[in-house]
């Protein structure tokens, strides 16, 4: 039997690795290109992408495993049934039933990565990443300037263009500015060269080097024109970054001593993410019986089916407790113990078949 178990734990994971990469891969290049076009309209730094990406990996992996775990059994157990790898395992006594207490060993194993993930190192990385995005929010414009691209500098509606920058970012050439003012008049700016001062008291100032200087009201014919050597800007920081983290980044322990629903909902939602990937060990057995006739994959559309359905309700159940509409606690307890329910039941079916049918023919003797 350990033989049998070994063959199977290593065929499911196997399997669920190479799914897990190919989803992973799909989820984090979506993800990352959302950041990669936020850094280039200069809102990130560039440099700050792939660390935002690595601390939420656990939280990308948290969904994926699961799904690859239940696809893995789907495809290996669908495999074998194909090639009646199962029926010669039935034929030397091995049970349906002994095939998933021997599933459950890698779902244990997934189990606990997922709930290891979900309850500590996701909220983690989340509290990472929310102190990398306050950190960023509160660059200066200037330190946030990527070259060749008109971009907003200051709270003061003041757009900024620059040619070329600095390894260091502390000067820029070709520079070109435009602020609009209260009372409906432009200013417009040109400048060979700038360069960002900062103050002991932490005050950041841009000096324009050989620029000309415009002002004027769109539409007039007035507009007073200056030239000048040097011509100095304060840059203001960012105000209104919130300090606080998010509920996702908050520690399982804080969120259990918390009375907040949604604080509660936060904490089912977490300890459901592995007791998911046992249930789901019981409804993928049955859903990956095949026919040999059949195709290998006519099975995976209702298994997959069957996974969204379980995990759409899971966050139903998850913002009902959030909006009080479920007492606490409830939790989602009700949902796991009814999918549950419902792979037992599938895992018995053929059984039951089996039983009514020489029932029947006993009957007509």
């Excluded at 103050?199 to 024109?225: I, K, Q, S, T």
Aim: charge should be negative; hydrophobic fraction near 50%.
């Amino acid at each position: 039997m350990f033989i049998i178990f070994r063959y199977l734990g290593r065929q499911v994971l196997t399997t669920m690795t190479a799914v897990a990469l190919v989803l992973l891969l799909i989820f984090m290049s979506g993800r990352f290109l959302q950041y990669l076009a936020s850094a280039a309209e200069g809102e990130y730094a560039a440099n700050a992408i792939f660390i935002v990406m690595g601390y939420r990996l656990p939280e990308f992996l948290e969904l994926i495993l699961p799904l690859s775990f239940f696809l893995g059994i789907l495809l290996t157990y669908g495999r074998m049934y194909q090639e009646s790898e199962m029926t010669v395992l039935t034929a030397c006594g091995v049970s349906e039933r002994q095939i998933l207490f021997l599933t459950l060993g890698p779902g244990l194993l997934v189990a606990g990565l997922v709930g290891a993930m979900s309850l500590w190192l996701t909220p983690a990385g989340i509290q990472q990443v929310d102190r990398i995005f306050a950190e960023q929010a509160q660059r200066t414009g200037f330190e946030m300037l990527a070259p060749g691209r008109f971009q907003e500098m200051g709270s003061n509606d003041r757009v900024t263009y620059t040619r070329a920058m600095s390894d260091d970012k502390q000067t820029l050439e070709g520079v070109f500015m435009a602020e609009g003012g209260k009372d409906g008049r432009f200013t417009l700016m040109k400048a060979v060269e700038g360069t960002q001062i900062v103050e002991e008291e932490g005050e950041r100032f841009l000096v324009l080097h050989e620029g000309v200087r415009f002002e004027g009201r769109p539409g007039g014919a007035e507009f007073d024109a200056m030239t000048f050597e040097d011509y100095g800007l304060r840059i203001e920081s960012p105000s209104g970054v919130s300090s606080g983290g998010s509920r996702e980044s908050q520690p399982t322990l804080e969120l259990m001593a918390s009375d907040a629903r949604a604080d509660q909902a936060m904490v089912h939602w977490r300890l459901s993410l592995p007791l998911l990937v046992l249930v789901i060990t019981v409804l993928a057995i049955p859903l990956s019986r095949v026919n040999p006739r059949q195709g290998r994959f006519f099975h995976l559309l209702p298994g997959i089916l069957v996974f969204i359905s379980y995990l759409g309700v899971l966050i139903l159940g998850r913002d009902a407790i959030a909006s009080g509409q479920v007492p606490a606690r409830a939790g989602l307890w009700a949902v796991h113990g009814a999918y549950l329910v419902l792979g037992v039941a599938m895992l018995g079916w053929p059984a039951m078949r089996l039983r009514r049918a020489a029932g029947v023919r006993h009957a007509s003797d």
